[in-house]
């Protein structure tokens, strides 16, 4: 009797034990169930995904990302990956309904041994849909209504998403350390490699990261727990679990990739950009695949051929003297694809990138564009100008007196030879006679200078303007592509995370192919001058570099067409050269403006120029500038443009002349050494 009534106290105590606890469960899942974050939007799970930046040749250059990540879908993902984080994170995944109940019994009892000294392994009993709960909806704090909340989310999850589904979104969530999220960043970041060739022993040190994903020593005894762990489950042999174990693990040093030095100022020039026509979300968090139009081999030696003639110059300075600084940028003056960029000595030093976005004066790199105006106008490149001394009065009462750098005047010589030898008495007297906004208007127009220029005046048409590296050879390509206003592209095409192409680098003035020379114009656009006139400056600037003051630039076996630059007290130096299918300029200065000193010149720009150009142009055939139709040519002294038949005394050269116009009479005597003196305000 005792015993019976024993057993009905017992179950009654069990049954109304059960209803209330049944009870209770409700109550709280009425509670904290009814507030809950809409779990169904991971159905379309599409999380924060790394924006990665490629060279041309498909190499990676940089990652943008608050969070890394790649993301890698179930199918995708190796079984033994897999495998690796079941086994240590939640063993019972493929049988529980979100939350193990087993599994918490079973971390009650160790958590306790260890507690009391017993040799038993501290363990969690949170699941992996658990995981995916905190991770997606709540936050970390350790509290009961928190993990009630987890507890409920994790049962929806399980009802609402097949098990594959719950394992995408928490291999792909979770943190691995050195921001890297989910397995596919990490499997880069540590290994340099995709999740598809990862090899057991890095399957298990990737599953070990949860736990310990700053402690690289504790991630590799984690890495054999999880190996132990794999045969307790029989996902692997003994043998083979040894045999991962005993792997050398070729982790990325420093658990991080550093970009190339030699790309972060055209990187970050990317960046700039891309942040201000897609903004910091789409950039940082929408995984884009950005094909930009650098090219490795031409950017490698961009950077070292800039590098080294800073490095000669700064070499023989003081230690406590402000270093020189430069840049080099190269493009296609056909599309405007720009193949290098260096803005600096070192990114690391100074982020400011003097190809883009340092203002200076440009000194005699100006004169094309005045000399251009005059050959537009009907002038031949062999027409007289006179080389003699100006004198005048500024607008501020002091006396002017231009001069040429050797201090000489040479009386009458042709447009061509005061060009080639960037004479600056000469540039004076064609400005005077073109007048100061018509000279300007074409430096304008080929968009050297903005065509909102306050105050027009004419040092500004001799050089004292200011722009950019960029803007310049932006305008010299005018010259060689047929006299089209080509705008410098950073990025051939962007895709989002499907693959769908976003945009990129529009071509909108030619149709370019690498096998198709000249390019095949599509545009209606107009171009900035006609033809002859751009090729008559083109055969010019050629001179130039053959028997000018850019000698130095001269690359042996092609075709090079360029023009230096120095402005007052050597201040500034430039050079802007191309040939046929590429164009570079080079830009060398102090960030604060001083005199470069005894021996610096242009010359030292034209060296870096020969220095890339000779690599750009190694593995290509020389080819001629195109010559338009309508031009003659015939044979002239370079010194008084009169037919070499008629004046056979001196340096010979091919003259290029359009209809009407002719090589000049034979002189009579000796060119005069100085000339009247004329006055005005200047």
Same mark, same amino acid.
């Not at 507690?115 to 509290?143: C, D, P, Y």
């Not at 007289?384 to 002091?398: F, H, K, Q, S, Y």
């Not at 004046?647 to 002719?662: L, R, S, V, Y």
């Given at each position: 009797?005792?015993?019976?009534?024993?057993?009905?106290?017992?179950?009654?105590?069990?049954?109304?034990?059960?209803? +209330?606890?049944?009870?209770?469960?409700?109550?709280?899942?009425?509670?904290?169930?009814?507030?809950?974050?809409?779990?169904?939007?991971?159905?379309?799970?599409?999380?924060?995904?790394?924006?990665?930046?490629?060279?041309?040749?498909?190499?990676?250059?940089?990652?943008?990302?608050?969070?890394?990540?790649?993301?890698?879908?179930?199918?995708?993902?190796?079984?033994?990956?897999?495998?690796?984080?079941?086994?240590?994170?939640?063993?019972?995944?493929?049988?529980?309904?979100?939350?193990?109940? #087993?599994?918490?019994?079973?971390?009650?009892?160790?958590?306790?041994?260890?507690?009391?000294?017993?040799?038993?392994?501290?363990?969690?009993?949170?699941? +992996?849909?658990?995981?995916?709960?905190?991770?997606?909806?709540?936050?970390?704090?350790?509290?009961?209504?928190?993990?009630?909340?987890?507890?409920?989310?994790?049962?929806?999850?399980?009802?609402?998403?097949?098990?594959?589904?719950?394992?995408?979104?928490?291999? %792909?969530?979770?943190?691995?350390?050195?921001?890297?999220?989910?397995?596919?960043?990490?499997?880069?970041?540590?290994?340099?490699?995709?999740?598809?060739?990862?090899?057991?022993?890095?399957?298990?040190?990737?599953?070990?990261?949860?736990?310990?994903?700053?402690?690289?020593?504790?991630? +590799?005894?984690?890495?054999?727990?999880?190996?132990?762990?794999?045969?307790?489950?029989? @996902?692997?042999?003994?043998?083979?679990?040894?045999?991962?174990?005993?792997?050398?693990? %070729?982790?990325?040093?420093?658990?991080?990739? #550093?970009?190339?030095?030699?790309?972060?100022?055209?990187?970050?020039?990317?960046?700039?950009?891309?942040?201000?026509?897609?903004?910091?979300?789409?950039? @940082? &968090?929408?995984?884009?695949?950005?094909?930009?139009?650098?090219?490795?081999?031409?950017?490698?030696?961009?950077?070292?051929?800039?590098?080294?003639?800073?490095?000669?110059? &700064?070499?023989?300075?003081?230690?406590?003297?402000?270093?020189?600084?430069?840049?080099?940028?190269?493009?296609?003056?056909?599309?405007?694809?720009?193949?290098?960029?260096?803005?600096?000595?070192?990114?690391?030093?100074?982020?400011?990138?003097?190809?883009?976005?340092?203002?200076?004066?440009?000194?005699?790199?100006?004169?094309?564009?005045?000399?251009?105006?005059?050959?537009?106008?009907?002038?031949?490149?062999?027409?007289?100008?006179?080389?003699?001394?100006?004198?005048?009065?500024?607008?501020?009462?002091?006396?002017?007196?231009?001069?040429?750098? $050797?201090?000489?005047?040479?009386?009458?010589?042709?447009?061509?030879?005061?060009?080639?030898?960037?004479?600056?008495?000469?540039?004076?007297?064609?400005?005077?006679?073109?007048?100061?906004?018509?000279?300007?208007?074409?430096?304008?127009?080929?968009?050297?200078?903005?065509?909102?220029?306050?105050?027009?005046?004419?040092?500004?048409?001799?050089?004292?303007?200011?722009?950019?590296?960029?803007?310049?050879?932006?305008?010299?390509?005018?010259?060689?592509?047929?006299? @089209?206003?080509?705008?410098?592209?950073?990025?051939?095409?962007?895709?989002?995370?499907?693959?769908?192409?976003?945009?990129?680098?529009?071509? $909108?003035?030619?149709?370019?192919?690498?096998?198709?020379?000249?390019?095949?114009?599509?545009?209606?656009?107009?171009?900035?001058?006609?033809?002859?006139?751009?090729?008559?400056?083109?055969?010019?600037?050629?001179?130039?570099?053959?028997?000018?003051?850019?000698? #130095?630039?001269?690359?042996?076996?092609?075709?090079?067409?360029?023009?230096?630059?120095?402005? %007052? $007290?050597?201040?500034?130096?430039?050079?802007?050269?191309?040939?046929?299918?590429?164009?570079?300029?080079?830009?060398?200065?102090?960030?604060?403006?001083?005199?470069?000193?005894?021996?610096?010149?242009?010359?030292?720009?034209?060296?870096?120029?020969?220095?890339?150009?000779?690599?750009?142009?190694?593995?290509?055939? %020389?080819?001629?500038?195109?010559?338009?139709?309508?031009?003659?040519?015939?044979?002239?002294?370079?010194?008084?443009?009169?037919?070499?038949?008629?004046?056979?005394?001196?340096?010979?050269?091919?003259?290029?002349?359009?209809?009407?116009?002719?090589?000049?009479?034979?002189?009579?005597?000796?060119?005069?050494?100085?000339?009247?003196?004329?006055?005005?305000?200047?």
């Amino acid at each position: 009797m005792k015993f019976k009534k024993f057993l009905r106290i017992l179950l009654n105590i069990l049954f109304w034990g059960f209803t +209330i606890g049944i009870a209770a469960l409700a109550v709280l899942v009425f509670i904290y169930g009814n507030d809950l974050p809409d779990y169904k939007k991971l159905a379309t799970y599409a999380p924060p995904v790394a924006t990665r930046l490629y060279a041309s040749d498909g190499s990676l250059l940089i990652e943008y990302a608050e969070e890394r990540r790649v993301f890698i879908d179930y199918d995708d993902m190796p079984a033994q990956l897999v495998n690796a984080f079941v086994a240590a994170e939640d063993q019972n995944f493929w049988t529980h309904p979100g939350i193990d109940v #087993q599994g918490i019994m079973r971390a009650l009892v160790n958590n306790g041994l260890h507690m009391m000294g017993f040799n038993a392994r501290f363990s969690g009993a949170s699941t +992996i849909t658990q995981q995916v709960a905190k991770n997606f909806f709540l936050t970390s704090e350790r509290t009961i209504s928190r993990k009630i909340k987890e507890a409920i989310l994790a049962l929806r999850l399980e009802r609402t998403f097949s098990k594959e589904h719950i394992l995408t979104l928490y291999m %792909n969530q979770i943190y691995l350390g050195s921001r890297a999220y989910g397995v596919g960043s990490a499997a880069l970041m540590y290994f340099n490699k995709p999740v598809s060739d990862l090899t057991l022993s890095e399957c298990a040190f990737l599953a070990a990261l949860p736990k310990a994903p700053n402690n690289r020593d504790n991630a +590799i005894e984690r890495r054999n727990y999880v190996l132990r762990r794999m045969v307790e489950e029989k @996902y692997i042999t003994q043998a083979q679990a040894d045999a991962a174990a005993a792997e050398e693990l %070729n982790i990325n040093s420093g658990f991080t990739a #550093q970009m190339d030095e030699d790309f972060q100022y055209f990187a970050e020039d990317v960046r700039r950009q891309l942040l201000e026509t897609l903004g910091r979300e789409t950039l @940082y &968090n929408q995984g884009l695949y950005i094909k930009t139009t650098i090219v490795p081999e031409l950017q490698h030696a961009a950077s070292a051929a800039l590098n080294k003639e800073l490095d000669r110059y &700064n070499s023989v300075r003081g230690e406590n003297e402000p270093k020189l600084q430069g840049a080099i940028i190269a493009m296609n003056p056909h599309t405007g694809r720009i193949v290098a960029m260096s803005g600096g000595r070192s990114f690391r030093e100074s982020s400011f990138n003097r190809a883009t976005q340092a203002m200076r004066q440009i000194g005699s790199t100006i004169k094309p564009f005045v000399y251009l105006a005059a050959l537009e106008r009907g002038t031949s490149p062999q027409a007289l100008i006179l080389d003699a001394p100006i004198v005048g009065w500024r607008e501020n009462d002091t006396l002017w007196k231009p001069e040429n750098y $050797d201090k000489k005047f040479l009386g009458d010589i042709p447009l061509r030879f005061a060009l080639e030898t960037s004479r600056n008495v000469p540039a004076v007297r064609l400005v005077q006679s073109l007048g100061v906004e018509n000279a300007i208007e074409v430096a304008q127009r080929f968009g050297v200078y903005p065509s909102n220029l306050p105050n027009v005046n004419l040092s500004l048409a001799l050089g004292s303007g200011e722009t950019t590296l960029q803007r310049l050879v932006q305008g010299y390509s005018a010259f060689v592509n047929g006299g @089209y206003l080509i705008q410098p592209k950073l990025v051939d095409y962007i895709q989002d995370r499907y693959g769908h192409t976003l945009g990129g680098n529009s071509v $909108d003035l030619v149709k370019w192919q690498e096998d198709l020379l000249p390019p095949e114009k599509i545009s209606d656009e107009q171009p900035l001058s006609d033809p002859q006139s751009l090729y008559q400056m083109v055969s010019i600037l050629q001179g130039v570099v053959e028997r000018g003051t850019g000698k #130095q630039a001269r690359v042996p076996g092609h075709t090079i067409a360029g023009k230096t630059g120095t402005t %007052n $007290d050597v201040k500034d130096i430039w050079f802007v050269g191309f040939s046929k299918n590429l164009i570079a300029g080079v830009y060398l200065g102090f960030d604060m403006p001083a005199p470069l000193g005894r021996g610096a010149g242009s010359h030292m720009a034209a060296r870096v120029f020969a220095d890339f150009m000779k690599t750009a142009l190694a593995n290509e055939t %020389n080819q001629p500038f195109s010559v338009p139709d309508g031009l003659t040519f015939m044979r002239v002294n370079r010194m008084s443009g009169a037919s070499a038949s008629d004046d056979p005394n001196g340096t010979i050269i091919t003259e290029a002349f359009k209809p009407g116009q002719k090589p000049n009479p034979a002189p009579k005597k000796s060119q005069a050494q100085s000339g009247p003196v004329v006055g005005g305000v200047f």
